[in-house]
Every structure is written in C-alpha cells, then in structure tokens.
T-cell receptor, first 117, second 108 residues
Framework: DSGVTQTPKHLITATGQRVTLRCSPRSGDLSVYWYQQSLDQGLQFLIQYYNGEERAKGNILERFSAQQFPDLHSELNLSSLELGDSALYFC????????????????FGPGTRLTVL | EDKVVQSPLSLVVHEGDTVTLNCSYEVTNFRSLLWYKQEKKAPTFLFMLTSSGIEKKSGRLSSILDKKELFSILNITATQTGDSAVYLCGRSARQLTFGSGTQLTVLP
C-alpha cells in the first residue's frame, strides 16, 4: 500500500458525460500527478499540482481539468467523454519538486478504471 | 517530445533464469531514472538512479545507470513466477516520462 488513495475504483459512464476522479496523496506529500494508462498509449503524464498550484502539464486534453485543494487532495474532471477516454487513471504523489532528486520518487495510487460506453 | 525506449517489449522465461531489461532515454534536463514494477495494478517503486556506474540492489533485483551512453538496465536473477509483471522505466526531468514497458512472464 503506497499511502495514495483514489476513488472510485471503477466508473462506467456514457459518452458525453462528465466524471470526477478523486485522489488523496501520501501524508506529507505536496505534489500530486495524474496519469492516463491505456493499452495503446502506455502511461501518459497528464498534469502535476504542487501545494495547490499547477506545476506542469503533459498530454492533457482541453476537456480534462484538475485542481488541488487546500487539504492537498486533488480532483481530475473529465467532460464530454468519448469512447477513447476509457482507461486507467492513476494519481501519484511525491514530496517535491525540489533540488533534492530523491524527491522525484512518485508513489502511485491504485487507480480508477474508467469505462465509457 | 522526450523519449524513453524500453526493450524488449516482451520476455518469456522459466523460473530460475536471469533477465536483463533495457531502458534508453534522451538527456534533456535529466534528473533521475526510475524503475517501477506494475502487476495489473498501480506501479510500485523499485529503484531511483542518479549517478553513473553505481549499482542499486534489492534482493534479486539490481539496476545500473550509464549517463554517458544514456541507458539503464534492470537485472533480475533467479526469476520467480511472482516476478511476472510489466517493468516501467521513467526518466525524470521537468516531468516523469515513461517508456512503454517490458512485459515479463516467468513460467514455472
């Protein structure tokens, strides 16, 4: 158990709908990262938040957005869902970023499996 | 786009064999190289490498980084069926970029 929690575990919804995925980082971690993992794309970085502020953006679609709240939990909002959005969505957390590279280690939550029908 | 390339894509061995997994990366803004094991659930952290030539070891697993040639290897000796998983290599720069993974299957 990494200490990172994600809810829900599974989510089945229809095209065009909107869903919210939730993540709580490990105690003491200030950074939260969101990843999408699909069979044909591998593990793709979406976005990072650090202490409530957006820190880095990866291959995140405009239909997707995220935020990190004062208690450091984060939510990933996916809207106008398409069939191709079906994937595993992972949240990870780390202490950093900082000049100390040991803070690069990210610990992953169990993931949310999203199925869009 | 920063690339991380892992090889082989898939590997099938018998218990007791030794395997070597490869990871090559691009150097831009390199901070560290991380290895993860993923068994149908969340990736779990194995190693972080930052310096060339220094082997990290944990039981039957070991890993080393070559910053001159821009690659890392993950060795697993005396493989067991429980080692069956996807092994992911990630390069940390401004963000963590993962390779596509190596699917290792260890047969009894």
């Amino acid at each position: 158990d990494s200490g990172v929690t994600q809810t829900p575990k599974h989510l089945i919804t229809a095209t065009g709908q909107r869903v919210t995925l939730r993540c709580s980082p490990r105690s003491g971690d200030l950074s939260v990262y969101w990843y999408q993992q699909s069979l044909d794309q591998g593990l793709q970085f979406l976005i990072q938040y650090y202490n409530g502020e957006e820190r880095a953006k990866g291959n995140i679609l405009e239909r997707f957005s995220a935020q990190q709240f004062p208690d450091l939990h984060s939510e990933l909002n996916l809207s106008s869902l398409e069939l191709g959005d079906s994937a595993l969505y992972f949240c990870a957390s780390s202490v950093g970023p900082s000049s100390d590279v040991s803070t690069d280690t990210q610990y992953f939550g169990p993931g949310t499996r999203l199925t869009v029908l | 786009e920063d690339k991380v390339v892992q090889s082989p894509l898939s590997l099938v061995v018998h218990e007791g064999d030794t395997v070597t997994l490869n990871c090559s990366y691009e150097v831009t803004n390199f901070r560290s190289l991380l290895w993860y094991k993923q068994e149908k659930k969340a990736p779990t952290f194995l190693f972080m490498l930052t310096s060339s030539g220094i082997e990290k070891k944990s039981g039957r697993l070991s890993s080393i980084l070559d910053k001159k040639e821009l690659f890392s290897i993950l060795n697993i000796t005396a493989t067991q069926t429980g080692d069956s998983a996807v092994y992911l290599c990630g390069r940390s720069a401004r963000q963590l970029t993962f390779g596509s993974g190596t699917q290792l299957t260890v047969l009894p």
